[in-house]
């Protein structure tokens, strides 16, 4: 072999190992890329659905009576409200319903027991704490004045039903208040419920697993409460901290006011609200290893003071405020669904 041919030869296979090398690092680089991708993915998704037909508005009280949601009272900006507004769940539409005949009212709470709802509490345009508490029967579309609240008249309390008993618990009555009352539907009567070890705050948020109710975060004297608890209708159970950093390797902090929070599949939710600022953060409690993990961020503007539905394979988060901006949108959260943002 000549040498011109051997320079020719030695020229071509540097040139082929050259291409090799380039199409290893490109194969790499796509590989990684696409591995990052995979790590990117995760599961929830929030679904905008259909516009509420009412006024927009914020502090309203929210409960579910089988397929349907009850969105009642709130602010708008301008008014407090009285009117009651029903969601089909199976249809994705609204109907309005027979007025709430109380003061209209913000920040009040509501539960359902038996196929009825529950409202409490709040306050009014002269800014007064209300104690009066009425039930909602969807069947009759009738409103019923009941016992007024065992406890102070309040607003930013929570409330939840565990079993066929109603409760309402924490507040603000000119100071913040950690007392719990249990409501006995059949006498019709108010019983103080003993025994929470927590701190004082309002604004906090609750969610109900297997008729277990979960209860935390809040505001007390400025501060974001970090303590978190179980109550299944006679105990209370200290549970880990929203503050968790006692293991390097699953550290968080949930730490917010004004939230909105739902269960859903086993595992409680609470997302937008107050931490530092309104935020679209969302996070996710799983009751069998006490502990929370961060899921896809509220794709609706960040706000405080939403309201949320719950059933059986759904959930909405809708309402809100972001400081005198009223929202009226309403967000369907889809768990088993991967994240997508453009949905």
Request: proline share 2%; hydrophobic share 30%.
């Amino acid at each position: 072999m000549n040498k011109l041919n051997l320079m020719k030869k030695t020229n071509l296979i540097q040139k082929s190992k050259i291409l090799f090398l380039a199409t290893l690092i490109i194969s790499l680089l796509f590989v990684s890329c696409s591995d990052d991708d995979d790590d990117d993915d995760e599961y929830g998704n929030w679904v905008e659905s259909s516009t509420f037909d009412g006024n927009s508005r914020a502090n309203s009280v929210s409960f579910t009576i089988g397929t349907k949601g009850y969105l009642v009272t709130g602010y708008d900006g301008d008014d407090y409200l009285s009117d009651t507004w029903e969601y089909n769940s199976e249809g994705d539409y609204w109907v309005e319903k027979a007025p709430f005949p109380g003061a209209a009212r913000s920040a009040a709470v509501g539960f359902s027991i038996n196929g009825k709802g529950y409202l409490g509490t709040g306050y009014n345009d002269d800014d007064e704490e209300l104690k009066d508490f009425w039930e909602y029967d969807p069947t009759s579309d009738t409103w019923i004045q009941k016992a007024d609240f065992g406890g102070t008249a309040r607003y930013g309390a929570i409330g939840f039903a565990i079993g066929n008993d109603g409760y309402i618990g924490t507040g603000y009555d000119g100071s913040e208040q950690k007392d719990f009352w249990k409501y006995d539907v059949a006498t019709d009567s108010w019983e103080q419920s003993v025994g929470f070890g927590g701190q004082k705050r309002k604004d906090a948020s609750v969610f109900i697993i297997d008729d277990v109710a979960y209860i935390g975060l809040g505001i007390h004297n400025g501060s974001y409460e970090e303590d978190f608890y179980s109550f299944d209708g006679s105990n209370w159970t200290r549970l880990t901290d929203l503050d968790d950093d006692d293991d390097d390797d699953d550290d968080y902090e949930v730490l917010l006011s004004s939230g909105a929070a739902f269960s859903m599949n086993g595992l409680g939710y609470v997302t937008t609200g107050i931490s530092g600022a309104i935020t679209t953060e969302s996070w996710s409690y799983d009751p069998l290893t006490d502990t929370w993990e961060e899921v896809p961020v509220f794709e609706g503007s960040a706000r405080q003071n939403a309201s949320a539905f719950t059933f059986s394979d759904k959930a909405f988060v809708l309402m809100g405020r972001s400081g005198s901006y009223y929202f009226d949108d309403v967000w369907e959260f889809k768990p088993d669904e991967l994240e997508n943002e453009d949905d």
